[in-house]
């Protein structure tokens, strides 16, 4: 069998069926397989398997040099878009040693929070597709279009922004229309409110989600789970927590934990999160001085350095290494989902056929970023 | 047990407008910084091809000779390097999206080249030690290089800082103004910027007696170059006209320049008498 | 829980027999398992494995010739396969002991093992 087939040994009684799951799927947002090995509408196990998108981006710095290559990889992924270019832009400015201004830092953090907005807002919509519930479905995105209408206001690009470069950020956001971004939101939140109490409250969700894919503390820790994943099974990590990116410190942040490690956990934990950029934006704008947004940044890479971000779906690294020369020896993006397929694995052992799909959802499977 | 959370919601929607648009029946509304399309101003392009280099998707191309611009719509990802880096800033980016098509369209736009203007007829037996400018300026095929009229130049370096190749290296201490020609593309930036205007292209009009007297002078400098920065013109504040903007403050290459708020100072030590400030001064409030 | 980690980029260079007993040292010692990558580096392929600590970065770098094969550390950090596999597609090294292996099927690329070093001549 191609279980066996895979050079491990699949133990288990019953007729077993393999069911592929995957790559084109109703409720997948991107193209993963898994193979599920099923006994009678149980999971029994499951092997994934990807590479649908691999597009070999970190090849393409033999080819773009360090300031081409912003480009390059914020386009890794649209919904994680900003999150890629500061990630690489920080890890670039730390191997170049160079202190971005305090203002382009701010900024930078006002749009990441609106990123993590936009896409927890187009993760709720996806997973109330994901059982069925198509007009939450709808109203979660209608709710995100003013967000995305924000992004377009300053940014120019609704979901790639091309405003990160080494050094800074390539356009200012004056303080009016900062100003107006906060009033929106505030506007914004009692309609985020009433979609999210359908998520938490209502009965009928409820039953899809309570209980189903339980991740212990224990098993979340073992599998190196990140993000929401990890923080809804009660593990204390938030890479916001460390100050390699971001003003963070300055705002008060504290990560959202939830302990029960069902689904239920870590949409509730997501839903948090939602409410909590919200406040954070409003509280960078409060704070943020004035300022240059960017340092000139002229020469060669050299050296190696790490930077470790927190995307919406959890912990994101970016290596650099330079090699003196002005393209990049190599780049490498790893991303929270890559690291959050073992726990999916082993959350689908012993689930319902049914559960399947929702499962899979809630990792918020991105993978795109998985594969670049 | 709560049932039906969803019903005020949906209720609510049914008597508000639809959230989507009937496009394309209704026209969407762009924002004001929409990335949508590039488009130039054909008169103001020189060729240069800085574009070209530095288009992250290698979706524009320069012919210098023919003189054409062409762009690859479906390739550009509308992300502005181009618009930041055309010296004459004759790119700019429409808010209006490619229209989508059936093939992938390449806009050509036919520009005028235009050929710099060539100075006075250059001197042909320039002594040898008059520096990199004659060296330049006989060679056979570099009628068109760039070179500095050393005796005019004060090496305050703006050309350098407003290269966009990197072409220029110029050392205001050891009186160094040296041009790297294999960076250099020919787009004049630095012509424009200099407040002294002492560069051009071709062969300058220096001939052999200025050259060695250039020689000397250079000797002389080095030996007094405080003397020099003193004796040098200084601005001329007019606290009248001054709108306080800041402007000549960036400009200054020597930071010799404070613009705060009514007190307007000159550091006498650090100024070099380029006249940069003069030339940027909106108010007209500055006189060398 | 307010407080803020400064994160250090500690590389730590090991070699390659001493690398699964250091890694399974750290992982005695608590740390999470982070990502694993390859770079080509002249001649040579260098393996750098990143680890975390209550938010704190531990990497080890390793450098090993082309043909070298590398004990798996997939029995001591299962969620290791992934990395382990995507190396072994894209740069052709050798993982011995795989706990999930998944011989060269992982990531679905047009031609085996593109990124490997000494493959292209003349690019």
């Given at each position: 069998m191609e279980a066996e087939q895979r050079g491990r040994k699949v133990v288990s009684m019953g007729k077993k069926t393999i069911i592929p799951f995957g790559p084109q799927h109703p409720v997948l947002p991107e193209p993963i397989h898994l193979d599920l090995v099923v006994e009678d509408e149980t999971v029994v196990e499951a092997i994934p398997s990807i590479g649908f998108i691999h597009r070999g981006l970190e090849k393409l710095v033999e080819t773009k040099d360090y300031n081409q290559m912003a480009y390059v990889i914020e386009r890794i992924c649209g919904i994680c878009s900003f999150g890629h270019g500061w990630g690489y832009c920080a890890s670039v400015e730390g191997a170049m040693n160079v202190k971005v201004p305090e203002r382009a830092e701010y900024l930078r953090t006002i749009l990441h929070e609106l990123s993590r907005l936009h896409s927890h807002l187009l993760w709720l919509g996806l997973l109330a597709d994901g059982f069925g519930f198509e007009s939450l479905f709808m109203h979660c995105w209608r709710i995100r279009e003013t967000v995305l209408d924000i992004l377009e206001r300053t940014t120019g690009g609704r979901v790639i922004f091309s405003i990160c470069k080494v050094g800074g950020l390539r356009k200012d956001i004056d303080d009016e229309t900062l100003k107006e971004i906060v009033e929106i939101l505030n506007g914004m939140k009692a309609e985020i409110k009433e979609i999210t109490d359908v998520f938490l409250e209502d009965d009928s969700v409820k039953n899809r989600m309570c209980g189903v894919g339980v991740l212990s503390k224990e098993d979340a820790m073992e599998l190196c789970a990140v993000g929401p994943v990890a923080r809804g099974s009660g593990v204390e990590q938030d890479m916001r927590l460390t100050n390699s990116h971001g003003v963070y410190d300055q705002l008060d942040f504290e990560p959202m934990?939830?302990?029960?490690?069902?689904?239920?956990?870590?949409?509730?934990?997501?839903?948090?999160?939602?409410?909590?950029?919200?406040?954070?934006?409003?509280?960078?704008?409060?704070?943020?001085?004035?300022?240059?947004?960017?340092?000139?940044?002229?020469?060669?890479?050299?050296?190696?350095?790490?930077?470790?971000?927190?995307?919406?779906?959890?912990?994101?690294?970016?290596?650099?290494?330079?090699?003196?020369?002005?393209?990049?020896?190599?780049?490498?993006?790893?991303?929270?989902t890559n690291m959050n397929i073992p726990a999916l694995v082993k959350t689908l052992q012993g689930c319902d056929l049914a559960d399947v799909p929702i499962l899979v959802l809630t990792i918020d499977p991105c993978i795109s970023c998985t594969e670049r | 047990m709560k049932a039906f959370k969803f019903a005020k919601t949906v209720l609510k929607s049914?008597?508000?407008?639809?959230?989507?648009?009937?496009?394309?029946?209704?026209?969407?509304?762009?924002?004001?910084?929409?990335?949508?399309?590039?488009?130039i101003e054909e008169d103001s392009c020189i060729l240069c091809g800085i574009c070209a280099k530095r288009c992250p998707a290698d979706a524009i191309s320069v012919d210098r000779k023919d003189g054409k611009w062409e762009i690859e719509r479906m390739r550009c990802i509308q992300c502005g390097e181009c618009v930041e880096a055309c010296p004459k800033k004759c790119l700019n980016m429409e808010k209006q999206y490619t229209e989508p098509g059936p093939e992938k369209v390449i806009h050509v736009h036919e520009i005028e080249v235009k050929k710099p203007a060539k100075p006075a007829a250059p001197k042909a037996d320039a002594p040898a030690e008059s520096g990199d400018a004659a060296a330049e300026a006989s060679a056979d095929d570099a009628d068109d290089t760039l070179v500095c009229d050393l005796n005019a130049c004060v090496f305050c370096g703006l050309c350098a800082k407003n290269c966009p190749c990197d072409a220029l290296k110029v050392d205001r201490k050891e009186k160094i103004w040296e041009l790297d020609e294999d960076a250099c593309v020919k787009c004049g930036a630095c012509i424009d910027k200099c407040p002294k205007k002492c560069l051009s292209f071709g062969a300058p009009a220096a001939g052999a007696e200025e050259a060695e007297e250039l020689a000397k002078k250079v000797e002389d400098s080095e030996a007094a170059d405080e003397n020099k920065a003193a004796a040098a013109v200084v601005p001329e504040f007019d606290a009248e006209k001054c709108i306080y903007c800041g402007v000549c403050e960036n400009q200054c290459p020597c930071e010799a320049i404070s613009a705060e708020m009514d007190a307007w100072t000159l550091d006498k030590e650090a100024c070099i008498g380029c006249g940069a400030c003069v030339d940027v001064c909106p108010a007209e409030a500055l006189k060398m | 829980m307010a407080e803020r980690v400064n994160v250090e980029q500690n590389f730590v260079p090991v070699e390659l027999p001493q690398l699964l007993t250091k890694v399974k040292d750290l992982k005695a010692e608590g740390y999470r398992f982070g990502q694993a990558c390859a770079t080509v580096v002249g001649d040579q392929i260098e393996l750098v494995y990143s680890f975390d600590k209550e938010h704190q970065l531990l990497n080890l770098k390793v450098s090993i010739a082309p043909d070298d094969a590398v004990e798996s550390i997939t029995n001591v950090y299962w969620p290791a396969f992934i990395y382990e596999n995507e190396i072994h597609d894209l740069f052709d090294v050798k993982f011995m002991h795989m706990a999930l292996d998944y011989q060269g099927n992982f990531f679905k690329v047009s031609e085996p093992t593109p990124w490997k070093p000494n493959k292209e001549e003349g690019r």
């Open positions: 934990i939830e302990t029960a490690g069902d689904c239920y956990a870590r949409c509730k934990v997501r839903i948090r999160e939602v409410f909590q950029s919200i406040e954070l934006i409003e509280k960078a704008v409060a704070k943020i001085p004035e300022g240059p947004i960017s340092v000139d940044v002229k020469g060669n890479v050299e050296g190696e350095f790490i930077t470790r971000m927190e995307q919406p779906r959890g912990e994101a690294f970016y290596y650099a290494k330079g090699a003196g020369s002005k393209f990049l020896q190599r780049m490498r993006v790893r991303t929270p | 049914m008597f508000k407008k639809p959230a989507t648009l009937m496009y394309p029946v209704v026209e969407r509304e762009w924002q004001d910084r929409t990335r949508g399309q590039i488009g | -």
